[in-house]
């Protein structure tokens, strides 16, 4: 069974410009979730998309958007991209079992911005 | 609010020797607990999870947990520690809703010495 597949797995951006990471989750996972990984901030909640609903949000300023497809693929944009939104933005995929809620991330995307 | 707190943020053990990494977590029910581990340039492993039942869970690569209720503690422990797992060890606190959001502690980085 394929792991949680993110693209591109390194880019880099310039300041201003927007850039959208893709996530394609386990297959029959219906909930991904998107986090942002940084060496000040550690590793923060961006928001959970269920069913293409977003279910949770994370404090994160609205410059940070993101969809779910009916295939449950998920993409996140980031737009007016700032040097501080340069970090390892990992995706998550889950499904509810009777042994709980278990939760897989993908190998991350890594967004530079110059 | 969730929290999640990891008391040490580098920790060095000599190869073959026991290994036991701290957590304490704040949550107003009973949690979902995770453990993580992230080598570097990579994504999150799952290494083990607490959901209900047993209070001593197996893992991944020998790595085992115990959750304390009374301590509000789910330390990570390992007899035995190989140089391949020198890594980031990322301990976690989930909801129970079903919903995918977790709060992460800032982690603990395992060097293993010759």
């Known amino acids: 069974k394929a792991g949680v597949t993110q693209t591109p797995r390194y880019l880099i951006k310039t300041r201003g410009q927007q850039v959208t990471l893709s996530c394609s989750p386990i297959s029959g996972h219906r909930s991904v979730s998107w986090y942002q990984q940084t060496p000040g901030q550690g590793l923060q909640f961006l928001f959970e998309y269920f069913s293409e609903t977003q279910r949770n949000k994370g404090n994160f300023p609205g410059r940070f958007s993101g969809r779910q497809f009916s295939n449950s693929r998920s993409e996140m944009n980031v737009s007016t991209l700032e040097l501080g939104d340069s970090a390892l933005y990992l995706c998550?995929?889950?499904?509810?079992?009777?042994?709980?809620?278990?939760?897989?991330f993908g190998e991350g995307s890594w967004l530079t911005v110059v | 609010a969730q929290s999640v707190t990891q008391p040490d943020i580098h920790i060095t053990v000599s190869e073959g020797a026991s290994l036991e990494l701290r957590c304490n977590y704040s949550y107003g029910a009973t949690p979902y607990l995770f453990w993580y581990v992230q080598s570097p340039g990579q994504g999150l492993q799952l290494l083990l999870k607490y959901f209900s039942g047993d209070t001593l869970v197996q893992g991944i690569k020998g790595f085992e947990a115990e959750f304390k209720r009374s301590q509000s503690s789910f330390n990570l422990r390992k007899p035995s520690v190989h140089w391949s797992d020198a890594a980031e060890y990322f301990c976690a606190v989930g909801e129970m809703t079903g919903f995918q959001k977790l709060v992460f502690g800032t982690g603990t980085r395992l060097l293993v010495s010759p």
């Open positions: 998550a995929s889950s499904s509810m079992t009777a042994s709980g809620n278990t939760i897989y």
